[in-house]
């Protein structure tokens, strides 16, 4: 008799905004408490439980999801336990690679506790998905009107504002901020630049925008937690501050992807006079006026980017370098330019950042040229054994992305055979369901011509 599989299963559970509002899934807990009943009725291992609470099945990057998987591709779990496929996720092309190609790949078994895993999975997930795309269009349209009433729709509250307690939709003045804003307007009117406002606030140990927004929270962007001349252009170009409301700057192209995009301004959706205001008109007048005849759009004369532009990092704290430019004049008249690179995180934000450290673009050529004139010379002297093992490098990973793909082929053709016995049986079991109707009706009709 053969050994019966000994399963390690992962619970996998998920619940979206969206379903909380629609009222479709039980809660988090229930579905735990459903899924575990199971798992101990049926004698199995419980390994692991993974749960994504507030994530939409259109989104496959969701923390418990992607450690799940990793655990699948370890070994750790051999079965998935979940309540049913839309848990799963929204994508129909995505769940139905996961089900049927990446999960047997790895010799893990999908177990969904209401649905059969049939034939019909992959008409479940498309109408899955096509619930998911109605709903975000319902939730745009709601949020399309709400922004166009007035009403904020925004997760945080800008700065220098805080959500009204009475009306999580209407903004009211932050007290506690709002002299800051105040004191940037004052400062940027009186001619100070944005770095060095964003300098002088960082010396005196003011917390940022990002920093005040998430203090009940960790940031989940890379920043260091600053302030930098960005943050006060954003803060000077608000009309929030005087008391209208732009929103709809940027949104997602699809709702599959959440990559927000920039909206051009007359998509824009504009309310004025939805809340008080921080600063007078006459003061962001002057501001914008000031900003407008100071601005200058960094570019290079010839138009070309500089040479190692994105290329370098900082060796203390992993921002980008920034290229600057340093002019000389000679007694003869003529100018010398010389290019070097800063630490951006420095160039932002100042020493509270990171230290002032650069280097020349001269010296980084002179450095690069080396290094590839020595390797130039080890191919001369051993250019058969480079020639080899390089050879033998491409085969290897030829070979192997050769095997991928026809691996990728093999199991589309498999779903194509499916997917034609599923189409023949459907048309199959509608003429037989239109014969019998056609019979049925004939009886009827030669039971009433009887009768009469």
Not at 199 to 209: A, F
Not at 324 to 333: C, Q, T
């Amino acid at each position: 008799m053969a050994n019966q599989k000994e399963h390690k299963v992962g619970i996998y559970v998920r619940l979206s905004n969206e379903d909380e509002r629609a009222g479709e899934s039980v809660s988090v807990e229930n579905q735990k408490l459903m899924l575990t009943k199971h798992v101990k009725e049926m004698g199995w291992e419980l390994k692991e439980v993974y749960v994504d609470d507030g994530f939409s099945g259109t989104n496959q990057n969701r923390p418990a999801f992607q450690r799940m998987m990793a655990d699948v591709k370890k070994g750790y779990i051999n079965t998935v336990l979940i309540k049913d496929l839309s848990r799963l996720g929204r994508n129909y092309l995505e769940v139905g690679n996961l089900a049927e190609v990446f999960l047997p790949e790895h010799g893990c078994e999908l177990i969904s506790l209401n649905e059969k895993l049939d034939e019909m999975m992959v008409f479940r997930n498309w109408f899955n998905e096509q619930h998911s795309k109605t709903t975000s269009k319902k939730v745009r349209a709601a949020k399309q009107i709400s922004a166009e009433n007035g009403k904020f729709m925004g997760t945080y509250a800008l700065y220098g504002f805080k959500k009204d307690p009475e009306n999580r939709h209407h903004l009211i003045i932050d007290e506690k901020v709002a002299p800051i804003v105040r004191r940037i307007f004052s400062m940027r009117a009186a001619g100070t630049s944005g770095r060095s406002i964003a300098l002088t606030l960082n010396e005196e140990g003011i917390t940022s925008p990002k920093e005040y927004q998430n203090k009940n929270s960790p940031n989940p962007c890379k920043t260091n937690g600053l302030w930098n001349a960005s943050t006060i252009r954003v803060i000077i170009n608000n009309e929030a501050d005087i008391g209208n409301l732009v929103q709809g700057k940027c949104g997602s192209v699809l709702y599959k992807n959440h990559k927000l995009v920039s909206k051009p301004r007359e998509e824009w959706i504009r309310c004025d006079g939805t809340h008080e205001p921080i600063i007078d008109r006459e003061l962001w007048d002057q501001v914008q006026a000031l900003t407008a005849k100071n601005y200058a759009p960094h570019k290079r004369a010839d138009g070309e980017r500089n040479l190692f532009t994105g290329l370098l990092v900082c060796s203390d704290c992993g921002f980008k370098m920034k290229a600057n430019v340093e002019r000389a004049m000679h007694k003869d008249g003529t100018e010398v330019r010389y290019i070097s690179y800063i630490c951006g995180n420095y160039s932002r934000s100042g020493k509270a950042a990171c230290n002032c450290h650069s280097i020349y673009e001269n010296a980084l050529v002179t450095l690069v040229l080396d290094h590839i004139r020595t390797h130039a010379k080890l191919v001369e002297c051993h250019e058969d054994a480079i020639i080899d093992a390089l050879a033998s490098a491409q085969e290897s990973e030829t070979l192997s992305c050769r095997a991928a793909y026809h691996g990728e082929i093999d199991a589309q053709r498999k779903r194509i055979v499916k997917l034609d016995t599923l189409v023949e049986s459907l048309y199959e079991d509608i003429c037989c369901k239109g014969r019998s109707s056609t019979s049925s009706n004939t009886v009827k009709a030669a039971g009433s011509s009887v009768a009469v």
